[in-house]
């Protein structure tokens, strides 16, 4: 399906992909990995021809369709499910040409191709995978501006997802999604019927929702099948065996050297001597086994332990509004050594909860007790955007450590990755993790009892990932995780707190049983607007709509109506001509059923005309 061959490119002098050769195969999910910067994202811009490459060629099947997530979200004044309905271009088009075309031929065209898409269940559809991104029934009529970046986002994927094309590319597409959405689209892209290409750092999505992984690593291309776990297994045996044949080519390369320095001078072994410098010169050197360092992350211990609990909260409440909170009735307790997830839906109050926790919000009601001497360390993504652009990481740290040396700041700043480069360079040239990492540092810097993590993986690499769970696992404060990244969930935490129904709750389960909970739900909420629907027909008859309105509505169907007769007086006239059966056959067949199908949407549409005059 996908076939990338010797391709080439380099940016700023910075070799990124060199000679990189693979075939993706027609239908499969694969998903790319590779450290921070070493170019995936570049990548797709070249599959999507964004930008060109130095050489190489990137060949797809002919008329076969590409897409991916918008990188502007959407923000107009159109709803969620108009914005969706978008995404598929082709539908737009057409479901627009069916309101104006009259030459037969393009109108069975039009209405052949609506068939083969499953037009008339387009709306449904996009209903289904807005709903499953984590949007009500309520905000799916309402429109894209009034929602906040990281929803819009949501709305970009989603339309993506709709349009469903026979490539489909993602970039990191749980970034923006809370658990519940990563637990919904790790089942869409399992069930997805083509070919979807997606990079991701996310353990869990790459180790249940695709079959092959693409590894980029310097510069090369290298295509393993299975899921990610399968990949790791694969890559180190690979590793292993290079260092194995390494190790006996310098053995071969020592033995033949020693033989050519003990008889080189000799006459009887000259010839052999010469023969053992030739196999030395035409020896291929195995590329010694580079690993990339990954910095470690530090979390400095709390320096003066408190004695439990480190908080209580007995009937609390919290909320931005007065008379109005968002959680209520939160009866807790959290200890040193406790490492807790909370779960649930974005929306339902978990960062409220942080900034409870925090000292961000107050509470409105109920007791919250906590000592005064107990400090907590905050790392919220949002504070990437408030790091200033202007300032180094160096700077930061001066200003933390005013009387310290600057041996001793540039020395802490060594334990969390920062090198001479790197402390002084600008923030507004940090990656995105470097920018983590800063934070990380800045919110661990006074040794805090408490650190409140949201969503502290968002920009890290699979390596990096593994490198931050160690560092929570060695700390010995108390943690509060908030993450979609159900692998960090399951490798740093010891209890699940559920926010649901404007409270706070312990949730007496394992990962998979909360999975199954949220699938259940999302089945459980489906069924009851099913279900819903006729019974309040038959208990609440619908208000009768005003005389306005109802002649408005007649209005259309009479506009709708003459347009059905139009096209219908124009497959008659095609077909009253006796050459169209002996000539174009198919032609007729297809005018036939079409006519058919227009017929028996002009009766419905009759129908609901009478009624609606009757009314």
Known sequence: MLHINGLTYRIGGRLLLEDASVAV?????????????????????????????????????????????????????????????????????????????TDPHRIAEIQTRLADIDAHAAEARAATILSGLGFSEETQQGPCSALSGGWRMRVALAAALFAKPDVLLLDEPTNYLDLEGAIWLKSFIRDYPHTIVLISHDRDLLNEAVGFILHLERGKLALYQGNYDSFERQRREKQALTVKLKKKQEDQRKHMMEFVERFRYKASKARQAQSRLKALSKLEPIAELVEDRVAPFFFPNPEKAIAPPLVKWDKVSVGYAENKPVLRNIT?????????????????????????????????????????????????????????????????????????????????????????????????????????RLLFALAAFHAPHILVLDEPTNHLDVDSREALIMAINDYEGAVILISHDRHIIETCVDDLWLVHDGTVKRFDGD?????????????????????????????????????????????????????????????????????????????????????????????????????????
């Open 511 to 615: 990962m998979e049983d909360y999975t199954q909970l949220v699938l259940e739900r999302a089945r459980a909420s489906r069924r009851a607007e099913r279900a819903a629907k006729p019974v309040v027909q038959e208990q609440r008859p619908a208000p009768r709509p005003s005389a306005a309105a109802t002649q408005k509505a007649v209005e259309k169907m009479d506009r709708r109506m003459d347009e059905l007769r139009g096209k219908i007086d124009i497959l008659d006239k095609a077909l009253s001509d006796p050459a169209i059966y002996s000539e174009e056959p198919k032609k007729a067949g297809d005018f036939t059923k079409l006519r058919a199908r227009l017929a028996l949407d002009l009766e419905e549409l009759e129908n609901q005309w009478l009624e609606a005059q009757m009314g």
């Open 332 to 436: 807790l307790r959290l200890d040193p050594d406790d490492r807790i997830a909370l779960l649930g839906s974005n929306g339902n109050g978990k960062s409220t909860f942080a900034k409870l926790l925090c000292g961000k919000l107050a509470a409105m009601g109920g007791d919250m007790k906590a000592p005064a001497r107990l400090t907590v360390g905050y790392f919220a993504q949002h504070q990437l955007d408030e790091i200033a652009a202007e300032r180094t990481p160096y700077s930061y740290f001066a200003e933390l450590m005013p009387d310290d040396p600057e041996a001793k700041r540039r020395a802490r700043l060594g334990a969390y990755g920062f090198g001479a480069n790197l402390a002084d360079s600008p923030c507004s040239t940090l990656s995105g993790g470097e920018k983590a």
């Open 25 to 101: 195969p027609e239908g499969h999910k694969v998903g790319i990995v590779g450290r921070n910067g070493v170019g995936k994202s570049t990548l797709f811009k070249l599959i999507l021809g964004e930008i060109s490459s130095e050489a190489g060629s990137i060949t797809l099947p002919r008329n076969a369709r590409i897409g991916t997530v918008a990188q502007e979200a959407p923000g107009g004044p159109e709803s969620l499910i108009e914005t969706v309905l978008a995404g598929d271009p082709e539908l737009a088009a057409l479901t627009d040409e069916a309101e104006t075309a």
